[in-house]
């Protein structure tokens, strides 16, 4: 058992390293977004090698993940984004609406043409809070398993395939502006600022956590920084390797959720859910030009809040190409609240359904 754990422990670290060094190289060749995809790749691919076996990734990796990107997000985040957003309502609801619906709509097909019930398809190509959806479709009488399944494989799609292609596009930023708004403020040793950061963010997660809201580790971490951005009378000075840091171990634990073992069972459903994110992907590519055409929102910005979920991802893609991560976390968090305010409602009309034709 000790030395099972010992191999375990040396297989990871290996893999630490060997995507650690890959990343480096990326980055030195300037491929694209080369701390997050590179990191998702070489996870896929351990994961395919090991088949399920070992290829555990500890939860921490995504938790440091997730938080320090919501850290990064919050110290870009600018309140008048909030406030100018009401200027784009209309459009800002047509296109959260259309890509909801797509994606919806590929739900339905999945129900159509394979054998997994409709609640389970439906559950399973919702965009954004994945974990949330697969910890509430038990109780709604869905496969746990393959809406897990169909989320991931959305969720990893999405995340490998649109930062590459509007990396293309974009120019990325060498540096990061870390806490702009306080420049002209004194400034704290970095032990003390990391440990002022991992304290609110803890506390900014256990509060939102209490309040029952989906995404509680990203919104969490993101609230609080934002608050302490905002009056703590000192500057935040974070090194940008941090960030990379936190893109590596967020891509690792992400890339690990492919199990090719379990999805060799649902090879059907899994190819035709590939094709649906694909054409997906592509709708929504066009619903966020047009999203920069009616508003004249840059166009990294339009199409990164117009992917149907990845919101860490995209969040992540945003900071390293120079974005509005403010504007596109409006997007992705207004769509995602909508959907998950309509989701029980429409969850509880099938399991009414269902257990009126059981009976």
Partial sequence: MILSHVRCGIELSLLIVFALI????????????????????VSIIWSMVKNG??????????????????????SRFTPDVLTGSKDYFVPLIICIVVTSLLSLFNGYLIYKFTDIDFTTS????????????VAMSEDMGADAITVAILQYLRIIMVS????????????????????PHHQLLPSLPLPINLLILTLSTIFGVKIVNLLKIPSNLFLGAFISSLLLFSFFPY????????????????????????????????????FLEIILVLILIG???????????????????????????????????????????????????????????????????????????SI
């Fill in 22 to 41: 890959l990343a480096l190289i990326g980055d030195i060749f300037h491929l694209p977004i080369p701390w997050l995809l590179i990191p998702i790749v």
């Fill in 53 to 74: 076996h070992n290829s555990f990734i500890p939860k921490p990796f995504s938790i440091i993940g997730q938080g320090i990107t919501a850290v990064f997000t919050a």
């Fill in 122 to 133: 439906f559950l399973g190509c919702i965009p954004g809070a994945g974990h949330s959806l």
């Fill in 160 to 179: 490998v395939i649109v930062p590459t292609i509007v990396s293309f596009f974009n120019t990325p930023v060498n540096q990061i502006n870390i806490m």
């Fill in 235 to 270: 500057e935040i000075i974070i090194p940008q390797s941090i960030f990379r840091g936190g893109l590596l171990l967020l891509g690792l634990s992400i890339g690990v959720k492919f199990e090719i073992h379990t999805m060799q069972k649902l090879f059907k459903a899994v």
């Fill in 283 to 357: 709708t929504c590519f066009v619903a966020g030009y047009w999203f920069h055409l009616v508003t004249k929102i840059d166009t990294l910005t339009a199409i990164l809040g117009s992917t149907p979920g990845g919101l860490t991802a995209m969040m992540a893609t945003v900071i390293e190409l120079g974005g509005n991560s403010g504007f596109v976390l409006t997007m992705q968090m207004t769509r995602m609240l909508l959907i998950l305010l309509l989701t029980p409602i429409i969850g509880s009309y099938f399991i009414k359904k269902n257990n009126g034709d």
